[in-house]
Every structure is written in C-alpha cells, then in structure tokens.
C-alpha cells in the first residue's frame, strides 16, 4: 500500500508562494505518474499539475499555467508543487496522486480524472487570503 503524505500547505497572502511536497517512505514513486489536484468547499476535485515517471512530460491547469510548476526529485522520492503568484481563487485542499505507469494518460487528458489514479494523499489545505 503506498502512502502519500502532503507538506508545505498554509496560510499565505494574495501575490505569496508555497511549496507543496509529496512523498512516500516505504516505497518507491519510480513507476508512478504524479499529480496534484485540489477541491475548494462546494466544488469537485480538479486536477492541477500531473508529471510523468521520467519528469519528461507536464501538464497543468489553465487556472495555473505559468504561475504553477512541478516537479520530482527521484533520489527523495518526492514530487513537489511550486506556487507563485497565488490568488485567493486558488484556495483548496490540495491532493497528492498516483498512477501506476500512467504516463500515456497526460496525452490524452485522463490525467485530469480522479478515477484514474489508484492511491491519494490525505489532503492539505492551501488558503490564500486578499
């Protein structure tokens, strides 16, 4: 059973930044497709940001192009999210996701869909105030 355990989520002004990370103990995210979704009150899970297994690959979200970028670090076995430029629209708690060899899926934009992706973090919250 994979773990997925969330950090870096908080407080943070309109304009600020934050780093989310992601990461596993026990075993490796090598094989794994990587993605970042969200969920505000009242509205479904999206997808952010997904990763391929050899960080070739990105896709993100129209509402964070350009200002989101993420990212793997193999030898940590974590995946990261770099947020700039936050608005208060991005407010959420922000999900950790993996795809067992899903790399195929940010090409045809299943990597958006929450069904796709056999283990999720629990979830940490991101709130940007204005």
């Known amino acids: 059973q994979l773990q997925l355990v969330e950090s870096g989520g908080g407080l943070v002004q309109a304009g600020g930044s934050l780093r989310l990370s992601c990461r596993t103990s026990?075993?490796?995210?090598?094989?794994?497709?990587m993605a970042w979704f969200r969920q505000a009150p009242g509205k479904e899970r999206e997808g952010v940001s997904s990763?391929?297994?050899?960080?070739?690959?990105?896709k993100y979200s129209d509402s964070v192009k350009g200002r989101f970028t993420i990212s793997r670090d193999k030898a940590k076995n974590t995946v990261y999210l770099q947020m700039n430029s936050l608005r208060p629209e991005d407010t959420a708690v922000y999900y950790c996701?993996?795809?067992?060899?899903?790399?195929?899926?940010?090409?045809?934009?299943?990597?958006?869909?929450?069904?796709?992706?056999?283990?999720w973090g629990q979830g940490i919250q991101v709130t940007v105030s204005s």
């Open positions: 996701a993996a795809d067992l060899f899903g790399d195929e899926k940010l090409n045809d934009g299943r990597w958006t869909q929450t069904n796709q992706y056999d283990y």
């Open positions: 026990r075993y490796t995210l090598d094989t794994y497709t």
């Open positions: 990763i391929s297994t050899y960080a070739d690959f990105t």
